[in-house]
């Protein structure tokens, strides 16, 4: 009986949760009570309906025979027999059957064309961002910097004019103090007044490269830990990237304004088969 | 009346002696079996709160300006998608309980389907003739973590869309196909305003129809093949012993359901899950720190973290860092499991039928290695964690990770060994108390039993029964070591 007590009292409170559940609805609602109401209605009758089975229904143990193998003896042979008289009949005809897998084949090109619709070639643009020769460097409020607005050692996250938010042209300007900045051969004139430029994709997996320490020179990754020393031209020291990060050719124009000299020379963001087929 | 409707469909069906078998059905019954059925009933929860999601969704980039009830937002630039999980989550009565719900039913879903994975290997369940479950579980379980994943990534706010980038960077890393499937999926480069709608119609519609269909087809095959069973008093290889479909176990699984339900809405409804409104919107410069997916992709993230810095080039080409542990290690990972029937049954020449479940111990190399394999993904799934060790132990980074390295080959082979002699000794106990005493004992007393009398496991609660069963482990191990 303790079963029958047991499952009646577990219906009475869900059912109470349930409408108590729709008051608090038309009250207005509130997500911690909606779910608890929810949570003790379904409960009940989770409890309920166990409890009944459990001690109200009969649980055997029952016996029921089974098969060990569910196949027949002789009827497979059946089977393959029906299926190759058959087959004997399209064999027949050899030549229709060639026909036949020729234009199949030929329906399968055809059908390729809608998948390749589905995006652009890749072609070469994973070599290029947005940055071109001039393209003043800008943040994601538009607004164009002088090198000497820059304090140093901050870090500001530019995008080309006219692309910002573009994804692959994220760019971090860190501004060196004075001296700091040896360029890596072949760099030289990319830093005026010891501002730096540097793809903000990680090279490991393409997380924006999101913290730089100014004490020790480093940009860290959040996403798996990758570590840039950028005073060695942002190559890795630590965690899983194995590539240094791009940097950006700096200069200044006419007004003073930070503008790149031309874009990436090197492909930005993690590696793919052929990135050194520039 | 209804007595008239089944005559009525029987006329026209001829269904009765179906239902009639249906109903005088034997299920086995084990608390160990209704794993699969929790995961089940969790797909259930996920299709009723998707749906009512879906309409309240809007799968687009395209920008607007967001204004709810969510103040430190309110007139930022945003996606339609991300503003329309903002309105859902405040301004639409029961919406935010449903898509905390929902979320949790996934977390929980993927969960159950591994721990039926792991019950169906450790005893063996996988054996002829049910490799082709085997192979349809598997493809089951690959589906719902690519579900999962497309689901976290619809709301298009700025954890979701790093992981995005991941798994674009993960795509374009595949030698000579890589950049091709990747602009094929995402419409181009990454950033192409796409994905979003590409990934509601395969997270709401091409994936759950797979898994609803396979899924049919795997509960089918259990009916047609019946359910294996332990070898309780009276069952054998050629019967099921266990409860009637009617009506018993059916009133329990309905129960079940509930009962599932019931803890997913208090989940739901109690603790908080993915507040993309703390992430905010996604934007390409933008980062948050620290960032985890959810605990079925921690494997790969930690993959991702504490695989070395090696990076090859084979005339002149590149194998980037990520393809190995992001394509290659799941590659592998999966490849295994869909063939490990049969490898094993090749291994060991074991191709009988079987319908009887071995329990782990019957069994010790081959718990042996399903052990030390849990115990390399559970490394790397820490792994996926190591910045919040570093933070909580103080330590560099850098450090942990090293350990989570050498622990990832050392524990696997200390598991693996260790489970090895415990399930040899457990065996041999099994033996020497059959030849001492006639009754069997029960499955999982054994080990706590064997920490001598009164060890009263039971009393103690949780924590006492891993006492007592270390401690009879090691005693067992100890009275073993000679044989
Ligand atoms: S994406 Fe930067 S470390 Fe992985």
């Known amino acids: ?278 | 009346m209804l007595k008239r409707l089944a005559a009525w469909i029987d006329d026209r069906l001829g269904a009765a002696a179906f239902a009639e078998e249906a109903l005088n059905k034997v299920f086995p019954d084990h608390w160990a079996f209704l794993l699969g059925e929790i995961a089940m009933y969790c797909f259930v929860v996920l299709l009723a709160t998707g749906v009512f999601l879906t309409f309240f969704f809007d799968a687009s980039t395209a920008k607007t300006v967001y204004s709810g009830h969510y103040a430190p937002l309110n007139g930022s630039q945003v996606s339609s998608a991300y503003s329309s999980v903002m309105h859902l989550s405040f301004d639409i009565r029961m919406g935010l309980v449903i898509r905390q719900i929902h979320h949790w039913a996934a977390v929980v879903f993927i969960a159950a389907i591994v721990a039926h994975l792991c019950r169906i290997f450790f005893t063996s369940a996988f054996r002829r003739p049910r490799e082709i479950n085997w192979v349809l579980g598997m493809t089951l379980m690959i589906l719902s973590i690519f579900n999962g994943f497309t689901g976290y990534s619809l709301p298009d706010d700025l954890l979701s869309g790093v992981g995005l980038r991941i798994a674009y960077s993960i795509a374009i890393s595949i030698p000579f196909i890589g950049p091709w499937m990747a602009f094929l999926v995402f419409g181009g480069k990454f950033g192409s305003p796409q994905i979003i709608g590409r990934l509601f119609i395969i997270h709401v519609l091409l994936i759950p129809a797979a898994i609803a269909g396979i899924l049919g087809a795997h509960l089918a095959i259990v009916w047609r093949q019946k359910h294996t069973q332990f070898l309780i008093p009276g069952a054998a290889e050629s019967n099921v012993v266990g409860e009637r479909l009617w009506p018993t176990y059916a009133t329990k699984s309905v129960g079940l359901f509930f009962g599932v339900a019931a803890v997913l809405s208090f989940l739901g409804g109690l603790v908080q899950i993915n507040p993309v409104w703390l992430y905010g919107p996604y934007a390409a410069a933008q980062v948050s720190s620290p960032a985890q997916p959810d605990w079925y992709l921690g494997w790969l993230e930690g993959a991702l973290r504490l695989f070395p810095a090696w990076q090859f080039q084979i005339f002149g080409l590149e194998i980037p860092n990520v393809f190995l542990p992001a394509i290659v290690l799941p590659g592998i990972t999966f490849g295994l499991l869909y063939a490990w029937p049969f490898i094993e049954a090749w291994r060991t020449g074991d191709y009988a039928p079987h319908h009887v479940l071995d329990r782990p111990r019957d069994r010790p190399v081959h718990t042996a290695l399903g052990m030390a394999t849990l115990s390399f993904y559970a490394v790397l799934l820490f792994g996926g964690v190591n910045d919040l060790v570093a933070k909580w132990f103080q330590l560099p980074v850098e450090s942990v990770t090293w350990t989570f390295r050498i622990m990832g080959i050392v524990l696997p082979i200390l598991v693996g060994w260790l489970t090895y002699r415990l399930m040899v000794a457990l065996r041999l106990d099994a033996w020497e108390r059959a030849r001492h005493a006639p009754s069997p004992e029960p499955v999982l007393a054994a080990a706590g039993a064997a920490a001598g009398p009164g060890s009263g496991a039971a009393r103690w609660g949780l924590a006492g029964f891993f006492g007592a069963g270390a401690l009879g482990a090691w005693r067992l191990l100890r009275r073993h070591r000679r044989e």
């Open chain 1, 1 to 278: 009986m303790r079963g029958a007590r047991l499952a009646a009292l577990a219906f009475v409170v869900s059912t109470v949760a349930s409408l108590s559940l729709a008051v608090v609805y038309v009250l207005g609602g509130q997500a911690q009570l909606e779910g608890t109401l929810l949570g003790v209605g379904l409960g009940g009758l989770g409890v309920g309906l166990v409890a009944w089975a459990k001690h109200l229904m009969p649980t055997g143990p029952f016996v029921q025979a089974r098969k060990v193998t569910l196949a027949r003896t002789g009827e497979i042979e059946e089977v393959a027999e029906s299926f190759e008289e058959g087959a004997a009949t399209i064999g027949r005809r050899r030549f229709l059957a060639r026909l036949l897998a020729v234009s199949l084949g030929a329906f399968g090109i055809a059908a390729v064309f809608p998948i390749r619709s589905l995006g652009t070639s890749p072609g070469r643009q994973l070599f290029h961002t947005s940055w071109r020769k001039g393209s003043r460097a800008v943040t994601d409020a538009g607004q164009p910097i002088r090198p000497a607005e820059l304090p140093v050692d901050s870090v500001l996250t530019v995008f080309p004019e006219g692309a910002v938010g573009v994804e692959d042209s994220q760019t971090l300007l860190i501004r060196l103090p004075a001296g700091d900045y040896r360029p890596l051969p072949g760099r030289e004139g990319w830093a005026p007044d010891d501002v730096v430029a540097f793809s903000k994709i990680c090279t490991h997996a393409g997380c924006p490269v999101g913290l730089y320490r100014a004490d020790t020179n480093q940009l860290f990754c959040p996403c798996h830990q990758s570590v840039f020393d950028v005073l060695q031209g942002a190559k890795p020291a630590g965690g899983p990237a194995t590539t240094a990060l791009p940097q950006l050719p700096l200069d200044v124009d006419g007004e003073g304004y930070l503008v790149a000299r031309s874009d990436y020379t090197e492909p930005v963001g993690p590696g793919f088969w052929n990135r050194n087929r520039a």
